[in-house]
């Protein structure tokens, strides 16, 4: 069983910055996706487990960037220039291979609140 601790969410104004972090219990694919009210769960950003290769979703490419640390186990996401829509939960995920389906991740965390104000 993998367990997932997500932190770093917050309140912050449109333009600023914000940096999650997930711990894993296993060195694995890891993914962000987020939730608004009313919406779909979608992808953010996803990075492979050795050679930490990158994927992004367009809404975010150039505003946030995903990294890990193997050593601790641990993903991070730093947002920056963060907009009103950037407004969700946002959920850290782990599977085997990376993807940008959610069906295709098998752990997931609980769930960090984002909110921008304008």
């Known amino acids: 069983q993998v367990q997932l601790v997500e932190s770093g969410g917050g309140l912050v104004q449109a333009g600023g910055s914000l940096r999650l972090s997930c711990a894993a219990s296993?060195?694995?694919?890891m993914a962000w996706f987020r939730q608004a009210p009313g919406k779909e769960r979608e992808f953010v950003a996803s990075i492979t487990s050795t050679y930490g290769v990158t994927v992004y979703a367009i809404s975010v490419k150039g505003r946030f960037t995903i990294s890990r640390n193997n050593a601790k186990n641990t993903v991070f996401l730093q947002m920056n220039s963060l907009q009103p829509e950037d407004t969700a939960v946002y959920y850290c995920a782990t599977a085997v291979l990376a993807s940008v389906q959610a069906t295709q991740y098998d752990y997931w965390g609980q769930g960090t609140q984002v909110t921008v104000s304008s």
């Open positions: 296993g060195r694995y694919a």
